[in-house]
């Protein structure tokens, strides 16, 4: 019933033209969406989007708002004051978002940043957070990652690639020097296999505590976690919106989901 109730009142939001009025007020800002794995909803993973689904929404984002890149430097370009401006980006570095995605944006001419695991990329290995018993699965190729070349290839087509952590280890429940161990060698590893610079940071589960963006400051010009919310051109740490079906990125992207949530929970403080 929830979920029905979310779809009806998604569906209004755009069919009202709220979002056209979202996307109005808030042209000149930086919404940076995030995805996972781009196959059938729900067959491998839970937070996938499919392909279909996937070009629909990249068509709609040509449509209605400037798609930005952002180098390997982490400098942004194709910033529009009169639109809305998004950052496509994607978690884990699942082999997907090679076969698919990245030829999907190319296609629009978008770029998108592909936050890659350290351990995972030279190999396209499955994170280590995937049930173990999957790997012996006849379904284990859905779990693993796009490799070195892949990510050579990516880069090629536009797109850039940053750190998601050597080991997709959960900031919040280890030690500030394990953490921080992590990040650093997490640059270093993928930096070593690209031969480009690394600096762009995601945490990984999106979880952190605030005395870790210090030093990954130091690391990554850029830090993008889970929170919601728009951003600026000069923002070292930005807000990211999940992307979970069609009618939701309508109002993530707009800003009017940001609204009706903040309504009910205020956002978190950035700590640039």
């Not at 770029?111 to 173990?132: D, H, K, T, Y």
């Not at 850039?160 to 050597?166: L, M």
Request: proline share 2%; aromatic share 14%; glycine share 6%.
């Amino acid at each position: 019933m929830v979920n029905i109730l979310k779809t009806i009142f998604f569906f209004l939001l755009e069919y009202l033209k709220v979002n056209a009025y979202f996307r109005k007020i808030n042209k000149g800002r930086i919404k940076v969406l995030m995805y996972h794995s781009i196959s059938d909803a729900g067959l491998y993973f839970d937070n996938s989007v499919s392909e279909a689904d996937f070009i629909s929404q990249m068509n709609y984002l040509y449509k209605h708002y400037s798609v930005l890149k952002i180098s390997q430097e982490g400098q942004i370009s194709g910033y529009d004051s009169t639109k809305v401006n998004i950052l496509i980006t994607f978690d884990d570095g699942f082999k997907d978002n090679f076969t698919i995605a990245a030829k999907v944006l190319a296609r629009y001419q978008f770029s998108g940043i592909f936050f890659v695991i350290g351990e995972c990329l030279q190999r396209g290995s499955p994170p280590a957070f995937v049930n173990s018993k999957m790997y012996k699965s006849r379904e284990s190729q859905a779990y693993k990652t796009f490799t070195t070349n892949d990510a050579l290839e990516m880069i090629n087509m536009g797109m850039t690639i940053g750190s998601h952590g050597q080991t997709h280890i959960d900031y919040a429940k280890h030690s500030f020097e394990a953490a921080r161990s992590d990040a650093l060698i997490s640059k270093s590893c993928i930096e070593t296999q690209l031969g480009v610079p690394v600096e762009l940071f995601a945490f990984p589960w999106g979880r952190f505590r605030a005395k870790h963006l210090e030093p990954c400051k130091k690391y990554y010009k850029r830090i993008f976690t889970t929170q919601h919310g728009f951003n600026k051109v000069d923002d070292t740490v930005l807000f990211r919106n999940e992307v979970a079906n069609t009618l939701h990125l309508f109002c993530a992207a707009s800003g009017a989901l940001d609204f009706f949530i903040d309504l009910i929970r205020p956002r978190a403080k950035k700590l640039n």
